[in-house]
Nanobody
Framework: VQLQASGGGLVQAGGSLRLSCTTS????????MGWYRQAPGKQRELVAR???????NYVDSVKGRFTISRDNAKNTVYLQMNSLRPEDTAVYYC?????????WGQGTQVTVSS
């Protein structure tokens, strides 16, 4: 399983970015896909997940601002990030979440300037 993330960059506070993560060699119909982030000096944290059923959940700090979605035909999961804040600055990682195994993509840097 390989995951390729893209879409990070530098944006001013209040701006938007959309991250993409395309998978290949993956398990048909993954259990769940997720976006995580890790800020300097902090532990990696879950930002959002979308399950096979379509159920989604988010960390409280991004609710109402971020939206996770997927395009099964393209094997791609997205993270639309609106109303970005400086505290959203981190390296963002996508992951495929299976029972007993997590597959990670490389990170993409998101920097939000104040």
């Amino acid at each position: 399983v390989q995951l390729q993330a893209s879409g990070g960059g530098l944006v001013q506070a209040g701006g938007s970015l959309r991250l993409s993560c395309t998978t290949s060699g993956n398990i048909f119909s993954p259990n769940a896909m997720g976006w995580y982030r890790q800020a300097p000096g902090k532990q990696r944290e879950l930002v959002a997940r979308i399950f096979r059923s379509g159920y989604r959940n988010y960390v409280d700090s991004v609710k109402g601002r971020f939206t996770i979605s997927r395009d099964n035909a393209k094997n791609t999961v997205y993270l639309q990030m609106n109303s970005l804040r400086p505290e959203d600055t981190a390296v963002y990682y996508c992951a495929q979440l299976e029972i007993g195994q997590t597959y990670w993509g490389q990170g993409t840097q998101v920097t939000v300037s104040s």
